[in-house]
C-alpha cells in the first residue's frame, strides 16, 4: 500500500516551453501533497504544499507563478513549470500524506532537463 | 532554527558492519523524526521513524536512537549489506512539514 506516482519520469524541453508533472496516490486519498526540488547529490527542499481543492502554500522565494500546482482531486496533483529555463532542470519529487498526519509517501521524482 | 544537520556526509563500510548516522537538530517543535533510504534516479523510502517521547525503536537490522535532551537522533543499519548502499536522510517534522538533513552516502563494500 501507500503507492505514489509521478509521470513522466523523465522530460527534455526546451526553454521557454511549459511542463507539467503529475503525481498520483495510487491506493490512497490525499488530503495533502508536497512537491520537493533536489538538486544532484543535495536534499529534498520542499517547494510548495497543496491541499486538495484549494490554494498550493508555497515556499520562500519559490515562485508561484513560475511553478503551478494544482490538487483538482484526493488522488492527484500537478505541478507545471512555466517558461522554462535551464536553471529549473532538477529532479522534482512529490509526496502524499494519508491517514497518518506525519508520513509522507514519496513518488520516483521526475527528472527535468531544459535545454 | 530550522535545519537539521546531518553527519557524516559520506560513508564506508565493510559488509557486516554497522552503520552510524547522526542528526542534531535544535527546533524543540520537531515531533517527528523519520529515516528515508534514496537510491540514485529514485524517490525517497521511509525506512524508519521515531516520535520524541521514545528513546529507541528497532526495525529488523534498522535502529533509531533518540536523545531528546540532547536533540539529536541517529540511524544504525546493523549488518550492513552492499544493498544498503545508498544516500540515507533523516528529517524533522513540525505541522507536519518534513525539513531534511542533507544526507549521507554509505557505501557498503562486498
Known amino acids: 500500500g501507500a503507492v505514489v506516482s509521478q509521470h513522466p519520469s523523465r522530460v527534455i524541453c526546451k526553454s521557454g516551453t511549459s511542463v507539467k508533472i503529475e503525481c498520483r496516490s495510487l491506493?490512497?486519498?490525499?488530503?495533502?501533497m508536497f512537491w520537493y526540488r533536489q538538486f544532484p547529490k543535495k536534499s529534498l527542499m520542499l517547494m510548495a504544499t497543496s491541499n486538495e481543492g484549494s490554494k498550493a502554500t508555497y515556499e520562500q522565494g519559490v515562485e508561484k507563478d513560475k511553478f503551478l500546482i494544482n490538487h483538482a482531486s484526493l488522488t492527484l496533483s500537478t505541478l507545471t513549470v512555466t517558461s522554462a529555463h535551464p536553471e529549473d532542470s532538477s529532479f522534482y519529487i512529490c509526496?502524499?500524506?494519508?491517514?497518518?498526519?506525519?508520513?509522507?509517501?514519496f513518488g520516483p521524482g521526475t527528472r527535468l532537463t531544459v535545454t | 532554527q530550522q535545519q537539521v544537520k546531518q553527519s557524516p556526509q559520506s560513508l564506508i563500510v565493510q559488509k557486516g558492519g554497522i552503520s552510524i548516522i547522526n542528526c542534531a537538530y535544535e527546533n524543540t517543535a520537531f515531533d517527528y523524526f523519520p529515516w528515508y533510504q534514496q537510491f540514485p534516479g529514485k524517490g525517497p523510502a521511509l525506512l524508519i521513524a521515531?516520535?520524541?517521547?521514545?528513546s529507541e525503536k528497532k526495525e529488523g537490522r534498522f535502529t533509531i536512537s533518540f536523545n531528546k535532551s540532547a536533540k539529536q537522533f541517529s540511524l544504525h543499519i546493523m549488518d550492513s549489506q552492499p544493498g544498503d548502499s545508498a544516500t540515507y536522510f533523516c528529517?524533522?517534522?513540525?505541522?507536519?512539514?518534513?525539513?531534511f538533513g542533507t544526507g549521507t552516502r554509505l557505501k557498503v563494500l562486498a
Open positions: 521515531i516520535r520524541p517521547d521514545v
Open positions: 509526496s502524499a500524506r494519508g491517514g497518518s498526519p506525519y508520513e509522507q509517501y
Open positions: 528529517a524533522a517534522t513540525e505541522a507536519y512539514k518534513y525539513i
Open positions: 491506493d490512497f486519498q490525499a488530503t495533502t
